[in-house]
């Protein structure tokens, strides 16, 4: 019976007693165990009653006046304990104490007064004498919230002290940018990290209005011309950006000047009232290459998209790559009723659709795994699925492999294309959205040349059904844009790799320029553009303003803490076989027409005929299959008089 009643015995009392409750090591200790609280409380408690006592005792008035003083002592102490239990004043862990910890304990002690009141009350009416004087009450309670609200100010600052004391050689000494509401959650979040990574030194006010005044006990700096200065002055090493009230500019000019001194720079985001320390401090991060575009942020017409994929089946080719994957996971937003997604990568396919799980959508997923080259497998997804929009983003992209393999070139991203598109119009797709390169204007590469040749057989489709004037006919989309921040095989995650391996950092040119983009920036546009499109555009994107490689090795390079040309090597390796120094975003004889979105323009191309483009396009196939590069390079150049080859030996091709 003895072993059923032990395991039998309240778990409350068995957690109360656990080792971990009971151990208490300061070295490791990182909250008070919750019998030492209860008995702290306890033994202030019975101090401010003897205390109250004493001060009684001298004036010469008794604090307890009925003879059953042992009954009046004893439930005095259980009510208080009750209303601790009650009002959960034992729950907060101490050096995290905030004024809710004191709002529990003020109502926990009005509570034993106002009941102890009423109690004297009822006592002066039964027995026509009181059992306690009322005002010796009142300052027993008074004393008794003090004691209990000062000792865990004590602990609390006794813990932040020996906390912050340890190991503060090796914290980095930081300052806050911004003395707003999210400056001091940043700071306070800071403070209390386990393990602690910065010691906050101080706030920077960039109005420089607050110069002799102090927040949370550290002083507000004044910045009179460059931030470095301010930042040696008190021994800085890092800056944490937490004012949001700055501009683009304003950022980009802190982080350029920081990084000139080889200060770290560290930035947040704008920190919600629900978001607690734990969550706040995880947000601090290095700033990174994507947080230094010269950019705003993209307003999309949310109605005009949502008509679009709302309830609607879309197909999503080259669903597993950096562009795809994300239009995928923004065409989700929008609640479609199917979407499939398509790619010819099994283990990327894989991730993809592991990760489409986990997102809990309502939509319907569809994983396929096929080839655009085969457009028998693409005629079985159309007729078992019937699409109403394509996002077609399956390509080959790589400029350097396309050079050297033309043929894989046209069969992917010609053919695919064409395949595609075809089965589009046989099929009724309501919208057909390819997505395209800043490589394909004025190309002088094979890829970007492919790029051009795919571009150009879906707007003739277009003029096609114009012409025929067939109803419900497919509209066809083009969307351009240049480089995208993050995307596979990208130079930014190359950079990064080649710093984390220690350098070389290689360039192929030092005057060669790109625009970039975000990947999630370059997937709004194409769903913004997909929406508003009304068949044959080809749209451009604002890229912002284009950017020197060397400038973003350099700055990438002093953001991951290094010295360019000392620590990390920056090498100059010439450039690839049909790179360009610079990319355009549109033909020497294009015009661009606005929009309703200031991001986005309309190219105005000049439209080849269907038929004529067609047989040139299944010529162009044909050779393909034969693999005969010079042959299918000069049908290129044909098709794309534009098409000049550069660094690369069909340059031949052009005399």
Same mark, same amino acid.
């Given at each position: 019976?003895?072993?059923?009643?032990?395991?039998?015995?309240?778990?409350?009392?068995?957690?109360?007693?656990?080792?971990?409750?009971? #151990?208490?090591?300061?070295?490791?200790?990182?909250?008070?165990?919750?019998?030492?609280?209860?008995?702290?409380?306890?033994?202030?408690?019975?101090?401010?009653?003897?205390?109250?006592?004493?001060?009684?005792? *001298?004036?010469?008035?008794?604090?307890?006046?009925?003879?059953?003083?042992?009954?009046?002592?004893?439930?005095?102490?259980?009510?208080?304990?009750?209303?601790?239990?009650?009002?959960?004043?034992? $729950?907060?862990?101490?050096?995290?104490?905030?004024?809710?910890?004191? @709002?529990?304990?003020?109502?926990?002690?009005?509570?034993?007064?106002?009941?102890?009141?009423?109690?004297?009350?009822?006592?002066?009416?039964?027995?026509?004498?009181?059992?306690?004087?009322?005002?010796?009450?009142?300052?027993?309670?008074?004393?008794?919230?003090?004691?209990?609200?000062?000792?865990?100010? =004590?602990? #609390?600052?006794?813990?932040?002290?020996?906390?912050?004391?340890?190991?503060?050689?090796?914290?980095?000494?930081?300052?806050?940018?911004?003395?707003?509401?999210?400056?001091?959650?940043?700071?306070?979040?800071?403070?209390?990290?386990?393990?602690?990574?910065?010691?906050?030194? *101080?706030?920077?006010?960039?109005?420089? +209005?607050?110069?002799? #005044?102090?927040?949370?006990?550290?002083?507000?700096?004044?910045?009179?011309?460059?931030?470095?200065?301010?930042?040696? $002055?008190?021994?800085?090493?890092?800056?944490?950006?937490?004012?949001?009230?700055?501009?683009?500019?304003?950022?980009?000019?802190? @982080?350029?000047?920081?990084?000139?001194?080889?200060?770290?720079?560290?930035?947040?985001?704008?920190?919600?009232?629900?978001?607690?320390?734990?969550?706040?401090?995880?947000?601090?991060?290095?700033?990174?290459?994507?947080?230094?575009?010269?950019?705003?942020?993209?307003?999309?017409?949310?109605?005009?998209?949502?008509?679009?994929?709302?309830? /609607?089946?879309?197909?999503?080719? *080259?669903?597993?790559? $950096?562009?795809?994957?994300?239009?995928?996971?923004?065409?989700?937003?929008?609640?479609?009723?199917?979407?499939?997604?398509?790619? +010819?990568?099994?283990?990327?396919?894989?991730?993809?659709?592991?990760?489409?799980?986990?997102?809990?959508?309502?939509?319907?997923?569809?994983?396929?795994?096929?080839?655009?080259?085969? /457009?028998?497998?693409?005629?079985?997804?159309? #007729?078992?699925?019937?699409?109403?929009?394509?996002?077609?983003?399956?390509?080959?992209? %790589?400029?350097?492999?396309?050079?050297?393999?033309?043929?894989?070139?046209?069969?992917?991203?010609?053919?695919?294309?064409?395949?595609?598109?075809?089965?589009?119009?046989?099929?009724?797709?309501?919208?057909?959205?390819?997505?395209?390169?800043?490589?394909?204007?004025?190309?002088?590469? @094979?890829?970007?040349?492919?790029?051009?040749?795919? &571009?150009?057989?879906? +707007?003739?489709?277009?003029?096609?059904?114009?012409?025929?004037?067939?109803?419900?006919?497919?509209?066809?989309?083009?969307?351009? !844009?240049?480089?995208?921040?993050?995307?596979?095989?990208?130079?930014?995650?190359?950079?990064?790799?080649?710093?984390?391996?220690?350098?070389?950092?290689?360039?192929?040119?030092?005057?060669?320029?790109?625009?970039?983009?975000?990947?999630?920036?370059?997937?709004?546009?194409?769903?913004?553009? *997909?929406?508003?499109?009304?068949?044959?555009?080809?749209?451009?994107?604002?890229?912002?303003?284009?950017?020197?490689?060397?400038?973003?090795?350099?700055?990438?390079?002093?953001?991951?803490?290094?010295?360019?040309?000392?620590?990390?090597?920056? +090498? =100059?390796?010439?450039?690839?076989?049909?790179?360009?120094?610079?990319?355009?975003?549109?033909?020497?004889? $294009?015009?661009?027409?606005?929009? %309703?979105?200031?991001?986005?323009?309309?190219?105005?191309?000049?439209?080849?005929?269907? &038929?004529?483009?067609?047989?040139?396009?299944?010529?162009?196939?044909?050779?393909?299959?034969? !693999?005969?590069?010079? %042959?299918?390079?000069?049908?290129? /150049?044909?098709?794309?008089?534009?098409?000049?080859?550069?660094?690369?030996?069909?340059?031949?091709?052009?005399?």
């Amino acid at each position: 019976m003895s072993d059923t009643n032990t395991s039998g015995s309240s778990p409350i009392n068995s957690n109360f007693f656990s080792r971990e409750n009971l #151990k208490f090591n300061i070295h490791n200790l990182s909250y008070l165990p919750r019998w030492i609280i209860i008995m702290m409380d306890f033994s202030v408690l019975v101090l401010s009653f003897f205390f109250t006592i004493l001060i009684f005792k *001298g004036t010469g008035l008794d604090y307890i006046i009925t003879p059953r003083s042992f009954m009046f002592i004893g439930s005095f102490f259980v009510v208080n304990i009750f209303f601790f239990w009650l009002f959960r004043t034992y $729950s907060g862990i101490i050096r995290h104490s905030s004024y809710i910890d004191a @709002v529990k304990l003020l109502f926990s002690q009005m509570a034993v007064l106002i009941l102890f009141l009423f109690f004297n009350f009822g006592y002066e009416l039964l027995y026509g004498q009181k059992a306690f004087l009322n005002t010796a009450f009142f300052i027993n309670i008074v004393l008794s919230f003090c004691g209990l609200f000062l000792y865990r100010v =004590i602990i #609390k600052q006794t813990f932040e002290f020996y906390f912050s004391e340890q190991g503060t050689n090796k914290l980095i000494r930081t300052i806050i940018y911004g003395t707003d509401a999210n400056a001091i959650s940043v700071a306070n979040a800071l403070k209390f990290e386990t393990p602690t990574r910065f010691k906050i030194v *101080g706030f920077v006010d960039k109005n420089n +209005q607050n110069a002799t #005044k102090r927040m949370l006990d550290l002083p507000i700096l004044i910045k009179k011309k460059k931030l470095p200065p301010l930042m040696r $002055s008190v021994n800085a090493h890092a800056v944490i950006i937490a004012d949001k009230s700055l501009s683009k500019e304003e950022q980009l000019i802190i @982080v350029d000047q920081c990084l000139e001194f080889n200060y770290t720079v560290y930035t947040v985001p704008l920190i919600s009232d629900w978001e607690n320390q734990k969550e706040i401090s995880q947000k601090v991060k290095s700033i990174q290459i994507e947080d230094l575009l010269e950019r705003k942020p993209i307003v999309l017409d949310s109605k005009l998209i949502s008509k679009q994929l709302k309830d /609607k089946t879309i197909l999503i080719t *080259g669903a597993a790559g $950096s562009i795809g994957s994300e239009i995928v996971r923004q065409v989700l937003i929008f609640n479609p009723k199917t979407v499939i997604i398509l790619d +010819q990568a099994e283990t990327p396919l894989h991730h993809m659709c592991l990760e489409m799980k986990n997102l809990g959508s309502y939509s319907e997923i569809h994983t396929v795994i096929a080839d655009v080259r085969n /457009k028998e497998a693409m005629d079985k997804v159309f #007729k078992c699925y019937q699409p109403q929009v394509v996002f077609h983003a399956a390509a080959y992209k %790589h400029v350097p492999l396309m050079e050297e393999n033309p043929s894989q070139a046209i069969l992917t991203n010609v053919k695919g294309t064409k395949n595609l598109a075809d089965l589009s119009c046989l099929y009724k797709v309501k919208k057909f959205v390819m997505v395209s390169t800043d490589k394909a204007v004025n190309p002088s590469n @094979v890829m970007g040349a492919s790029k051009r040749i795919a &571009e150009k057989y879906v +707007q003739s489709l277009q003029l096609k059904n114009n012409n025929e004037e067939e109803k419900n006919a497919t509209k066809f989309i083009t969307t351009r !844009f240049g480089n995208v921040l993050g995307s596979n095989g990208s130079v930014v995650p190359l950079f990064t790799k080649q710093i984390a391996n220690g350098g070389p950092v290689t360039i192929t040119h030092p005057d060669i320029i790109r625009y970039f983009m975000t990947i999630p920036e370059a997937c709004q546009l194409v769903l913004e553009a *997909g929406a508003m499109g009304n068949g044959g555009e080809i749209y451009i994107f604002d890229m912002g303003k284009p950017v020197k490689i060397i400038d973003l090795a350099r700055k990438m390079i002093k953001l991951a803490g290094f010295i360019p040309d000392k620590d990390i090597k920056i +090498q =100059i390796v010439g450039l690839r076989p049909g790179e360009k120094l610079y990319e355009e975003l549109l033909n020497d004889t $294009s015009k661009t027409l606005p929009t %309703h979105h200031e991001k986005i323009m309309i190219s105005e191309e000049i439209l080849d005929e269907f &038929e004529t483009l067609n047989t040139d396009i299944e010529e162009l196939i044909r050779g393909a299959n034969h !693999f005969e590069n010079d %042959h299918i390079v000069m049908r290129m /150049k044909q098709i794309v008089p534009e098409f000049k080859s550069m660094n690369s030996t069909f340059e031949l091709l052009d005399k």
